[in-house]
């Protein structure tokens, strides 16, 4: 069974930084593509960073620069490291993994940025 758990979210002012968390299991990690994407109230979904399983990184424009996905195979774990937070940022994210053609999901975790 293939799990993904997020963690990490939280308030933060404007200007400030998290790091999230995805902890997988039930998946073999080392060939997985791993995604980040969040969801703002009345917003669609977006895909924002991935990682392929030979370190690809891929960013939207509009966290290029300050957030940076990395992954640690030995703890089947993906992080976003978020720098230099936006109000705009705020939204729930969530983890995905593109794994043996099937995509699966965390439970999402809210990051709220203050003004």
């Known amino acids: 069974q293939v799990q993904l758990v997020e963690s990490g979210g939280g308030l933060v002012q404007a200007g400030g930084s998290l790091r999230l968390s995805c902890a997988a299991s039930g998946i073999y990690f080392r060939i997985a593509t791993m995604g980040w994407y969040r969801q703002a109230p009345g917003k669609e979904r977006e895909l924002f960073a991935t990682i392929s399983w030979r370190g690809t990184t891929n960013y939207a424009d509009s966290v290029k620069g300050r957030f940076t996905i990395s992954t640690d195979n030995a703890k089947n774990t993906v992080y976003l490291q978020m720098n230099s937070l936006k109000p705009e940022d705020t939204a729930v994210y969530y983890c995905?993994?593109?794994?043996?053609?099937?995509?699966?999901w965390g439970q999402g975790t809210q990051v709220t940025v203050s003004s």
């Open positions: 995905n993994a593109e794994y043996m053609t099937r995509n699966y």
